[in-house]
């Protein structure tokens, strides 16, 4: 499935009721082929009908929430084998999407957790995966994060965020600053998207992890075969 700049009716238009019945009859509980098994996710899979419905059909906007990016499951993965990259943190996840990078520093011990997405389904769909894992729900924020006066974080996921170029463009400027300003750790995950790797913002980044992607995960990703985890650090 892709990113699509398609537009339907407003999610916001849509109760928390409506969106959950969406989510439960059209999505499959996964994650066991994904980079973080012990993860459970609500998403869209092949044998759901969305997976490939035309877009004007779709109820809802894009659906990023749906789908478990390979950027962010390298990042989750990499919070799991290291829980002491973000315990007793205060973490921010932005552009959350299923909320599985929330969820894995919850689990890894987070003192405070905030999953960020500009989309109001996405926070629903938060909810309903930490109910699957076992988890109190999160707090979710739908503003748009990006260019704010951030304080009170310790640490910035970004999974998959670097997508389009202006949007990395708008990452970058807000990222320094957060770091500059308050101090932020910043952590991205990206599976080698040309909008990342031509950016300038590359230079500033260290490599912290490589993961080679499960095969089903290639498969639905149009031949991405790894995903890295960075350290954003303004200082190189």
């Given amino acids: 499935m892709q990113r699509n700049k398609h537009r339907c009716l407003s999610n916001s238009d849509r109760p928390d009721e409506y969106i959950m019945k969406f989510i ?8 066991e082929q994904s ?7 609500r998403l869209f899979t092949p044998s759901c009908r969305f997976w490939r419905e035309r877009p004007e059909l779709w109820p809802f906007a894009d659906p990023y929430w749906a789908i478990y990016w390979p950027g962010g499951q390298a990042l989750s993965r990499y919070l ?17 999407g299923c909320g599985a990078s929330a969820i ?27 109910e699957l894992n076992g988890l109190e729900p999160l707090i979710c924020v739908a503003d748009n994060m990006i260019g704010s006066e951030l304080e009170g974080f310790d640490l910035i ?10 949007i990395a463009t708008s990452l970058h ?4 600053h957060c770091i500059r300003t308050h101090g932020t750790k910043v952590l991205i995950g990206d599976p080698g998207r040309a909008q990342f790797q031509e ?21 639905e990703n149009y031949g991405l075969t790894c995903s890295n985890v960075w350290y954003y650090n303004p200082q190189f």
């Fill in 24 to 31: 439960s009859e059209n999505t499959e509980i996964t994650g």
């Fill in 35 to 41: 980079l973080t098994p012990e993860i459970k996710l």
């Fill in 80 to 96: 799991l084998d290291n829980p002491e990259v973000c315990q007793g943190m205060t973490v921010l996840d932005l552009g959350s």
């Fill in 104 to 130: 894995a520093a919850k689990m890894c011990g987070a003192t405070h957790v905030v999953a960020n997405d500009i989309d109001t389904v996405a926070a629903v769909a938060t909810s309903m995966n930490c």
């Fill in 157 to 166: 996921l970004l999974g998959d965020m670097f997508y389009e170029e202006t």
């Fill in 173 to 176: 400027s807000w990222l320094d």
């Fill in 199 to 219: 950016h300038c913002i590359r230079r500033l980044l260290h490599q912290l992890a490589h993961f080679e992607l499960p095969e089903p995960v290639k498969e």
